[in-house]
């Protein structure tokens, strides 16, 4: 079986559940890969997670850029969504279509623009460049700012309103799926039913199509916050945490390197050198 395409995961719309996970290093996507993951997100929140930084807007281009690469060189089957930074489509929509390439050339599938006020044009400009485009609407982080900080959106009838609106504008842009981060549950399954294209929630309850975590809170590697919605499969932070004091601890005990661990002249030289030396 070939790489998951853009049209595999249109097809697997009300038939199987989509599975995504955020990942921004070789390592990481090896596994998630082999694991059977439809989609890798290099998710701008390589900002938090991964570069201690407190807001995905800061994170630039040629860091998500770098993170994409890594992670394509590792993936064969999933399909590899590029989450493009604030600073290559909101900040510089003029440079989006160029900047979406660059994603592309990194190894890139698709890539993934949040809602903001000149998102149409923008999507329109990278769908007619035939860029595959997954929307995000809801709680969108790189404008939390605008929407009164890392709230539940879509709780008011008004706000549900505004965000079907625009899931079904970006439906008819073309993009392939629609992340809904952080709304009612009701709502994300009204919206799912009445589109054609998937929906992958995160913090939006069991009726979306597909559901997307950060790779980080499902680990337990990333202790500054876990939102309501995270489900914590592994404290993998305690776990490197113990690994680590058993390292130190047997280094300063003198048991590792242990034999084993080791390389050796064979004797005959080693006392012809020790004669020279
Ligand atoms: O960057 C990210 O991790 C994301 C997910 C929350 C969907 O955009």
Same mark, same amino acid.
């Given at each position: 079986?070939?790489?998951?395409?853009?049209?595999?995961?249109?097809?697997?719309?009300?038939?199987?559940?989509?599975?995504?996970?955020?990942?921004?290093?070789?390592?990481?996507?090896?596994?998630?890969?082999?694991?059977?993951?439809?989609?890798?997100?290099?998710?701008?929140?390589?900002?938090?997670?991964?570069?201690?930084?407190?807001?995905?807007?800061?994170? &630039?281009?040629?860091?998500?850029?770098?993170?994409?690469?890594?992670? &394509?060189?590792?993936?064969?089957?999933?399909?590899?969504?590029?989450?493009?930074?604030?600073?290559?489509?909101?900040?510089?929509?003029?440079?989006?279509?160029?900047?979406?390439?660059?994603?592309?050339?990194?190894?890139?599938?698709?890539?993934?623009?949040?809602? /903001?006020?000149?998102?149409?044009?923008?999507?329109?400009?990278?769908?007619?460049?035939?860029?595959?485009?997954?929307?995000?609407?809801?709680?969108?982080?790189?404008?939390?700012?605008?929407?009164?900080?890392?709230?539940?959106?879509?709780?008011?009838?008004?706000?549900?309103?505004?965000?079907?609106?625009?899931?079904?504008?970006?439906?008819?842009?073309?993009? /392939? &799926?629609?992340?809904?981060?952080?709304?009612?549950?009701?709502?994300?399954?009204?919206?799912?039913?009445?589109?054609?294209?998937?929906?992958?929630?995160?913090?939006?309850?069991?009726?979306?199509?597909?559901?997307?975590?950060?790779?980080?809170?499902?680990?337990?590697?990333?202790?500054?916050?876990?939102?309501?919605?995270?489900?914590?499969?592994?404290?993998?932070?305690?776990?490197?945490?113990?690994?680590?004091?058993?390292?130190?601890?047997?280094?300063?005990?003198?048991? /590792?390197?242990?034999?084993?661990?080791?390389?050796?002249?064979?004797?005959?030289?080693?006392?012809?050198?020790?004669?020279?030396?």
């Amino acid at each position: 079986m070939g790489r998951i395409t853009v049209k595999d995961i249109l097809s697997k719309k009300s038939k199987a559940k989509i599975t995504m996970l955020t990942c921004y290093d070789y390592s990481f996507a090896k596994a998630l890969d082999e694991a059977g993951l439809d989609m890798i997100l290099v998710g701008d929140s390589l900002a938090n997670v991964v570069l201690g930084m407190q807001e995905t807007r800061r994170v &630039s281009l040629r860091e998500m850029i770098n993170h994409t690469k890594a992670v &394509s060189l590792a993936v064969e089957k999933s399909l590899v969504v590029a989450d493009m930074p604030y600073v290559s489509y909101q900040k510089n929509p003029k440079k989006c279509v160029e900047n979406a390439k660059k994603f592309v050339s990194a190894g890139a599938g698709a890539v993934k623009i949040e809602w /903001f006020k000149d998102c149409v044009s923008v999507v329109k400009k990278l769908i007619k460049a035939k860029i595959p485009v997954m929307g995000h609407i809801g709680l969108t982080p790189q404008t939390a700012h605008l929407l009164g900080g890392y709230k539940v959106q879509g709780k008011t009838k008004e706000s549900a309103y505004k965000l079907v609106k625009q899931a079904k504008v970006l439906q008819d842009l073309g993009v /392939f &799926s629609i992340v809904l981060e952080c709304i009612p549950a009701q709502l994300a399954g009204l919206i799912t039913e009445h589109l054609k294209v998937p929906t992958i929630g995160i913090g939006a309850g069991r009726h979306c199509d597909g559901q997307v975590l950060v790779l980080y809170d499902l680990l337990g590697l990333y202790k500054k916050v876990t939102p309501k919605f995270v489900r914590v499969y592994r404290d993998l932070f305690s776990e490197i945490k113990d690994t680590t004091a058993k390292f130190i601890a047997e280094t300063r005990h003198g048991r /590792f390197p242990a034999k084993e661990e080791s390389f050796f002249m064979k004797e005959e030289e080693w006392e012809i050198f020790k004669k020279i030396v």
